[in-house]
């Protein structure tokens, strides 16, 4: 890859939106995540029903993930993959400040369809009036 650890490549290597959904989870917590975790949130995410209603769309996220999105993010040096124990975190250096900028501008046209899926997800109606 071209520049500074991948640095040029950001832009390009965000375009997929699960690899943004995956940096996404990652900027939500402080610790490394198991990949089937952020596989359990992306099914939330993309297609609005628990992991548990769709176990063969969480197991096709995890495999994309895996085999799709994970090598060019490791390969840049943005996260870290730990295979075994299948944790996934920012890479230590470059820090992950450098994809920040990059992930608020697709953050802004992705943030309404993640709080509706969000919400039609875990919405049990409960707050309804009888």
């Known amino acids: 890859m071209g520049g ?18 995956l940096l996404y989870c990652l900027c939500l917590s402080s610790t ?13 995410w993309e297609t609005g029903d628990p992991p548990d209603d769709r176990p063969d769309g969480r197991l096709r996220i995890y495999m994309s993930l895996y085999h799709d999105h994970l090598p060019p993010l490791v390969e840049a040096d943005v996260v870290d993959y730990r295979q075994e124990a299948d944790t996934v975190d920012w890479a230590t250096d470059p820090p992950r ?8 501008r697709h953050l802004t046209a992705d943030i309404g369809d993640l709080l509706q899926a969000e919400t039609e997800t875990f919405d049990d109606g ?3 009036t009888p």
């Open 4 to 21: 500074d650890n991948g640095n040029d490549d950001i832009p390009e290597i965000v375009e997929y939106q699960r690899r943004r959904h």
């Open 32 to 44: 490394p995540l198991p990949l089937a975790g952020v596989a359990d949130q992306l099914t939330v």
């Open 97 to 104: 400040n450098r994809v920040e900028a990059v992930l608020e």
């Open 126 to 128: 409960s707050d309804e």
